[in-house]
Each structure stands twice: as C-alpha cells, then as structure tokens.
C-alpha cells in the first residue's frame, strides 16, 4: 500500500516547474481552462452560490519552465469553502492579487462563467420566481495596468414593428437575447446591466405568470415593438451616458419565429 510522503520529504522534492528553459520564449497565457466549481457571486441584492466555469492564467517569463498548476486551482478552492469571501465586481481586482503574487508572475488574469438568478415579481399578481442569465466576470494584469469586464445574457421577448403594422390583427414576436459585455472603471452590478437590457425590450421576461399577468407581458410588448436595431441602439444609448464605463460591446439575436434563421445586431465602443 503506497502512502502520502511525509510533508518534509515532499519539500525536498525536485520543483521541475520552476526549472529554467533554454528555449527563452516567454508565454503570455498559461493556466487552466473549464474547471467548474462552487462558488459565491456578490451582487447588488446579496450572495448566491453557483457552479462557475473557471479559466485561471498567468504570464510565465522566458527563463521559466512552467508554473504551478495546482496553485491556481487552490485559489478557487479558497472562496469555494463555507464563510469565504464572496467573489464580486468589488472584489475580483484582489483576487487577481493575490493570483500573481503567489505565482510570483509579471501579469495574470481570472475568467469565470456562471448562471446569475435574480428574483422577480410578475407585474400584476406580484407572484415571485427566480430567472436565470449567463454571466460572466473577468479580471486581467498585465504590465501593471488591471483590466475589468463584465457580462450578461438577457432573454427578452422582442415585437415586430413592421409585423404590427402591416397585420389586420397580431404581430409576430419571438424571444431574444441581449448580450452586454462592459469594461468598468468603477464598480458596476450584474443587476444593473440586467435591468439596462431589459427596460429596451418590447417585454421582460418571468419565470411565473398568472393569466393576469399574461394579459400584461403580452399588451405591453405588443405596445413596445422593437427591430433588433432597435435593441442594440437602446441599450447602446443607455450605456454610452453611464461613466462608470471604459467600453462596452451590445449584441442582440432574435430567434425569429416566422423565418428559420436569428435577426442579428452589434455595436461596439471602446472595446
């Protein structure tokens, strides 16, 4: 039966990874890439606990043989414990910190992908469901300089302008989706970015409706018809005036539901 070697002899073990290359190359990105694990997201309305997508990465210099695998997964394995710090736009830059500092590397960069909820009440009945979105934080530091950006996915309902008007009764809607990717100078919520995209739809979208509250969504996107143009603009628009913002990129796509191909959109500023 083999057994764990004594902590001392695993000290004097050879350290291969910090070994010199002759190759001299140095490499912008290593790391590790698609680890899932539990982790607790910090939002405007609280903490929720999620299973995020990790990419961890540093910057290995050309006198360098590699790094420390096992090190970048510790760091994840730190907020993953109960009581730990929540990750956050309020937080990450730290986080990133603390990545370089122990990989004793020139730059270093965190990427996580997660599904966000947010509680929401149905517009008449006030019945309250959970509503899920993609999102994503990521941080960067390279040549001393830290880099932020943060993301969404946004399913919404869009109305055809042109449907309704040349229709003796209905239009023809479909479900979109709003995908907001922003570089913060300050710190800005998930939430925030949720609410810009929905408020320029024809109808946000609820996990629970009442028939009460069916009449609504359906009236109200049916007196709010949106292009997909007009998604990208409105969003757009809202983000351009927000100062809290170095740059940002707005797509939309609607999954049409008279064609069988999407309605696409892209504007981009600053990124």
Not at 49 to 58: K, M, R
Not at 96 to 116: M, N, W
Not at 245 to 271: K, P, Q
Request: aromatic share 6%.
């Amino acid at each position: 039966m083999n057994r764990p070697e004594p902590l001392a002899d695993v000290h004097r073990m050879p350290d291969v990874q910090s070994a010199p290359d002759h190759r001299e190359l140095a490499i912008d990105r290593v790391g590790i890439r698609g680890l899932r694990y539990p982790l607790p997201i910090a939002d405007r309305d609280g903490t929720q606990t999620t299973i995020a997508q990790c990419s961890v990465f540093v910057a290995l210099p050309a006198d360098r043989k590699g790094t420390h695998m096992s090190r970048l997964v510790a760091l994840l394995e730190e907020r993953a414990v109960p009581g730990a710090e929540p990750i956050g736009v309020h937080a990450l830059r730290a986080m990133v910190d603390t990545l370089v500092a122990r990989l004793d590397a020139p730059g270093g960069s965190i990427e996580l992908a997660f599904p966000f909820f947010l509680r929401k009440l149905a517009p008449v009945s006030g019945i309250a469901s959970l509503l899920d979105y993609e999102a994503r934080l990521c941080g960067e530091l390279r040549e001393g300089r830290y880099v932020q950006e943060i993301g969404v996915s946004v399913p919404v309902t869009s109305l055809c302008p042109s449907s309704k008007e040349i229709s003796e009764y209905g239009a023809h809607n479909q479900r979109s989706i709003i995908t907001i990717r922003a570089r913060t100078a300050a710190p800005v919520f998930l939430a925030d970015l949720v609410r810009v995209a929905e408020s320029e739809a024809s109808s946000e979208l609820f996990g629970i409706l009442k028939r009460a509250d069916e009449k609504f969504v359906t009236e109200h996107a049916y007196d709010n018809p949106r292009f997909v143009e007009d998604l990208v603009r409105g969003v757009a628009a809202r983000l351009d005036n927000d100062a809290r913002l170095d740059g940002f990129v707005v797509e939309a796509e609607n999954f049409e539901s008279i064609h069988n191909h999407s309605a696409y959109a892209r504007i981009a500023r600053g990124l």
